[in-house]
């Protein structure tokens, strides 16, 4: 049986009157990627503290790294690291000077400190900028010494708060690329984002946070089960034609101003060949077809936002066949 690196059964977290987590159950499996997803204030930070251990829970049993998180904090901290919204990083120093600081921390030998400075700091693509203040670093060497600091000592469970937040897509990239690597090393990361492509990109399994709760959990491919199938938009410049699709088509969805149809369920193969023999036996000309199969998106604004139904006409990101 695969080990836990994080199990929480009935986590509670209230602050005043307002309940932030309702207990919440967790389990993740040493070496995989857990992301926990939710809209703003959906308490993701608070969870991450909580598992950290900078935050006490008003409830609930939490192992961490196999350590108990009420009796035996200081053994999780051992096995933990955590980058998140609250850099580390000092800014009035090096880029080395912040690594070497780290490792004393951890009581590293100056030459092991050493070692694992330069290691770290190529590794995460800084050596040129290893003598440079952090002050002067761009938002994402910050995130990558936040992270590179993290690893000093060797944490075998990594929090990652919203780690690429504001960064441009190339240091997203970078950053993906590195927990990916931090993975194949046997590494646990616990991720929280506001990215939906970023989970799909790097969890092995995916929570949607919601009033409390869980709202659902599993792989992205799990999640993107629970909607609705996608639909086909269709889109005319000729009001006439979309009119006369309008009438043929009455399960379609609509949106007049923007002269676009939308029809539920068409996306299998053979869906597709009955609408495009029908538009094609009807006479009809649409100018723009495009094939929309639901994505994270759809299951994030699905469990977080019931007014909002995912095959809204306003619902951005088609996929052009
Ligand atoms: N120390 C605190 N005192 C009072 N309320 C708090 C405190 N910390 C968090 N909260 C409240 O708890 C709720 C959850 O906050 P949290 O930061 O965990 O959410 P989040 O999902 O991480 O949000 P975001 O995506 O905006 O970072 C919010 O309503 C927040 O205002």
Same mark, same amino acid.
């Given at each position: 049986?695969?080990?836990?690196?994080?199990?929480?059964?009935?986590?509670?977290?209230?602050?005043?009157?307002?309940?932030?987590?309702?207990?919440?159950?967790?389990?993740?499996?040493?070496?995989?990627?857990?992301?926990?997803?939710?809209?703003?204030?959906?308490?993701?930070?608070?969870?991450?503290?909580?598992?950290?251990?900078?935050?006490?829970?008003?409830?609930?049993?939490?192992?961490?790294?196999?350590?108990?998180?009420?009796?035996?904090?200081?053994?999780?901290?051992?096995?933990?690291?955590?980058?998140?919204?609250?850099?580390?990083?000092?800014?009035?120093?090096?880029?080395?000077?912040?690594?070497?600081?780290?490792?004393?921390?951890?009581?590293?030998?100056?030459?092991?400190?050493?070692?694992?400075?330069?290691?770290?700091?190529?590794?995460?693509?800084?050596?040129?900028?290893?003598?440079?203040?952090?002050?002067?670093?761009?938002?994402?060497?910050?995130?990558?010494?936040?992270?590179?600091?993290?690893?000093?000592?060797?944490?075998?469970?990594?929090?990652?708060?919203?780690?690429?937040?504001?960064?441009?897509?190339?240091?997203?990239?970078?950053?993906?690329?590195?927990?990916?690597?931090?993975?194949?090393?046997?590494?646990?990361?616990?991720?929280?984002?506001?990215?939906?492509?970023?989970?799909?990109?790097?969890?092995?399994?995916?929570?949607?946070?919601?009033?409390?709760?869980?709202?659902?959990?599993?792989?992205?491919?799990?999640?993107?089960?629970?909607?609705?199938?996608?639909?086909?938009?269709?889109?005319?410049?000729?009001?006439?034609?979309? *009119? +006369?699709? /309008?009438?043929? #088509?009455?399960?379609?969805?609509?949106?007049? @101003?923007? !002269? &676009?149809? $939308?029809? =539920?369920?068409?996306?299998?193969?053979?869906?597709? *060949? +009955?609408? /495009?023999?029908? #538009?094609?036996?009807?006479?009809?000309?649409? @100018?723009? !077809? &495009?094939? $929309?199969? =639901?994505?994270?998106?759809?299951?994030?604004?699905?469990? +977080?936002?019931?007014?909002?139904?995912?095959?809204?006409?306003?619902?951005?990101?088609?996929?052009?066949?």
């Amino acid at each position: 049986m695969t080990s836990l690196a994080i199990a929480a059964n009935g986590l509670r977290k209230s602050y005043g009157d307002k309940v932030v987590l309702d207990g919440i159950d967790l389990a993740v499996p040493a070496g995989t990627v857990f992301a926990l997803l939710g809209p703003n204030g959906a308490g993701k930070t608070t969870a991450v503290k909580i598992l950290s251990t900078l935050v006490t829970a008003d409830a609930g049993d939490v192992r961490v790294g196999g350590h108990d998180l009420t009796t035996d904090p200081q053994a999780v901290r051992a096995a933990i690291g955590v980058t998140g919204q609250f850099s580390a990083v000092d800014g009035l120093i090096t880029g080395e000077e912040n690594m070497l600081l780290m490792a004393d921390l951890h009581h590293l030998t100056r030459s092991e400190g050493r070692r694992v400075t330069t290691e770290l700091l190529h590794r995460f693509d800084l050596a040129d900028a290893a003598a440079k203040p952090a002050s002067t670093y761009s938002g994402g060497m910050k995130r990558r010494l936040d992270l590179a600091m993290t690893l000093v000592g060797d944490p075998r469970i990594i929090f990652l708060d919203e780690p690429t937040t504001g960064l441009d897509p190339r240091s997203r990239h970078t950053t993906w690329q590195i927990v990916r690597d931090l993975v194949r090393d046997g590494v646990t990361v616990f991720l929280t984002t506001q990215y939906l492509e970023e989970a799909d990109q790097l969890a092995d399994r995916i929570a949607v946070l919601h009033d409390g709760r869980i709202a659902a959990e599993g792989t992205a491919a799990h999640l993107k089960r629970l909607v609705p199938g996608g639909h086909v938009r269709l889109r005319f410049t000729d009001p006439t034609a979309y *009119r +006369t699709a /309008l009438t043929t #088509l009455p399960d379609s969805t609509h949106d007049d @101003d923007a !002269l &676009t149809l $939308h029809v =539920p369920g068409t996306t299998s193969q053979n869906d597709l *060949r +009955t609408l /495009l023999d029908h #538009l094609h036996t009807t006479g009809i000309h649409a @100018d723009e !077809l &495009t094939v $929309h199969t =639901p994505d994270l998106d759809d299951v994030f604004f699905a469990l +977080t936002d019931p007014t909002t139904h995912p095959d809204q006409p306003d619902r951005p990101k088609e996929n052009a066949r």
